[in-house]
Nanobody, 127 residues
Framework: QVQLVESGGGLVQAGGSLRLSCAASGRTFSSYAMGWFRQAPGKEREFVAA????????YYADSVKGRFTISRDNAKNTVYLQMNSLKPEDTAVYYCAAVPTLYRSRYFTSQREYDYWGQGTQVTVSS
């Protein structure tokens, strides 16, 4: 069982930056692939970024590629999402998710593959 707690959301102007954090419970954090998803009002939840257990492999949605960076610190049981050049269309509730995997180089992009979810943190980008 893994518990995930997101933090770092808030209100920012377009062009600004935020860094989201997701702290995980448990002792085997590096055996979990992690992902970030978001859900805007009236829309379905969508994939944002994913990272393998080792941290060596990452993948991004086209809409955030070049602006967002996912990273993790396995010693701190934390995954991060650095968001730069924010746009109003990035406004959403952001969720982190975890899935155990034997392959620490693997990441996952489908929310159906994830077993554990945080409660979400609101990001609002004003124009």
């Amino acid at each position: 069982q893994v518990q995930l707690v997101e933090s770092g959301g808030g209100l920012v102007q377009a062009g600004g930056s935020l860094r989201l954090s997701c702290a995980a419970s448990g002792r085997t954090f590096s055996s979990y692939a992690m992902g970030w998803f978001r859900q805007a009002p009236g829309k379905e939840r969508e994939f944002v970024a994913a990272i393998s257990g080792s941290g060596g492999n990452t993948y991004y949605a086209d809409s955030v590629k070049g602006r967002f960076t996912i990273s993790r610190d396995n010693a701190k049981n934390t995954v991060y999402l650095q968001m730069n050049s924010l746009k109003p269309e990035d406004t959403a509730v952001y969720y982190c998710a975890a899935v155990p995997t034997l392959y620490r180089s693997r990441y996952f992009t489908s929310q159906r593959e994830y077993d554990y979810w945080g409660q979400g943190t609101q990001v609002t980008v004003s124009s």
